[in-house]
């Protein structure tokens, strides 16, 4: 944490703030600065962007911003994220086990599902990413191709997470049963939710989603 430090602290607020206003060259600008300051990606990460994000996300749930605002903020999220990219992922780590991702059928929330992409990359992972509005179908057909481990399913409306419902029965009746795990998360999803569809494992976050998924492949 670099809160001690008000020169730094203010780097953060100000990554912060531009996330906000959905300005993509000033978080890229603020992101890098922060990483040649020598500021960790995970504090640039949980005390910029996704403090920005929160707080744009409270401002959402009560019609104090709206759909477009909200986009240009996901999408200067996406880019910051992608300048922490290397240094959340190590680099030149053999593949340990392969996963396949992505947001469920009729979701199109992908910032939570990128950074579990990048942190299991991070931990040596292979990741096959299916981006947003997935059908069943395809998850199983891309661990099948690709020799997966994992099928990684994000969801972030209540209504698209009982997709999920229909991955885990596609499994049970594919060849792949008893050899492909499957892992759920994002907002919505709970522990419960997963007892309930009978998914393997649920995670709250893309640390510990990592955490998981490489042990699983160990
Ligand atoms: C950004 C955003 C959008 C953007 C998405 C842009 C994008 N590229 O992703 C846009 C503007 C497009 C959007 C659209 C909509 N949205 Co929206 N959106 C959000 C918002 C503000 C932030 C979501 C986010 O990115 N959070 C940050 C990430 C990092 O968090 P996360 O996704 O939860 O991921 C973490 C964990 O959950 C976990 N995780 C995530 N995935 C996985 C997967 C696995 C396997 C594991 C283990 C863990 C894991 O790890 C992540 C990191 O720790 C939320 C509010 C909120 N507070 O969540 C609403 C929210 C999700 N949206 C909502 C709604 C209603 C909508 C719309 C229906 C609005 C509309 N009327 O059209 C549409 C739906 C479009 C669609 N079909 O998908 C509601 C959902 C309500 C509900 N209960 O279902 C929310 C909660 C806002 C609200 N309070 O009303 N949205």
Redesign the pocket.
Known sequence: MVWGDPSLSAILEEISRFLQQGRVPSVKEQVSKAVAEGISAEDILENGL?NG??V??EK??NNKVF?PE??L??RAM?AGLEILKPLLADSGVETKGTVVIGTVK????????N??KMMLEGKGLKVIDLGTDVPAAKYLAAAEQHGAQII???A?????MQEMQNVVNLLKESPLVGKVKI??????VTQEFCNKIGADY?????AT?SELALSLCM
């Open positions: 996704l994000m929160n744009i996300g959402f749930k759909i909200v986009m903020a996901a996406n009729g979701d199109m929330h992908d910032i939570g599902k950074l579990v990684a399913c994000s972030l409306l209540t209504t698209t892992m759920i998360g994002g907002a919505p649920y995670t709250p976050d893309a989603a």
